[in-house]
């Protein structure tokens, strides 16, 4: 069974930058497709980023992309995810969550992913 811990968020000024980390366990890490989502309080999760088993397709949400850079080592059954110039509104619960499957393409829909990670805090002050 697949295991997920996030770490790495914290508070930061505006125009800063984070580097969340998400530790794996239990399975073949290769065997994983892997993303990130968000959920700001009050709102629906949302999609921010993913990355196919072999890092060969990355897919960002609009909101981010530029900003963010998701990468993964399967050597280290570890996903990251940088994200620069953060602004207020990237304020939330950052979730890594993985899917099995060794998918040609990075996917945002959250239903293929099967195990999610407890959360780590972001918050960008202005």
């Known amino acids: 069974q697949v295991q997920l811990v996030e770490s790495g968020g914290g508070l930061v000024q505006a125009g800063g930058s984070l580097r969340l980390s998400c530790a794996a366990s239990?399975?073949?890490?290769?065997?994983?497709?892997m993303a990130w989502f968000r959920q700001a309080p009050g709102k629906e999760r949302e999609f921010v980023s993913a990355?196919?088993?072999?890092?060969?397709?990355?897919s960002y949400t609009n909101s981010v992309k530029g900003r963010a850079t998701v990468a993964r080592d399967n050597a280290k059954n570890m996903v990251s995810l940088q994200i620069d110039n953060l602004k207020p509104e990237d304020t939330a619960v950052y979730y890594c969550?993985?899917?099995?499957?060794?998918?040609?393409?990075?996917?945002?829909?959250?239903?293929?992913?099967?195990?999610w990670g407890q959360g780590t805090q972001v918050t960008v002050s202005s």
């Open positions: 969550a993985a899917g099995v499957g060794r998918l040609l393409y990075a996917r945002e829909n959250p239903g293929i992913y099967t195990t």
């Open positions: 990355i196919n088993w072999n890092g060969g397709s990355t």
């Open positions: 239990g399975r073949t890490f290769s065997d994983l497709a």
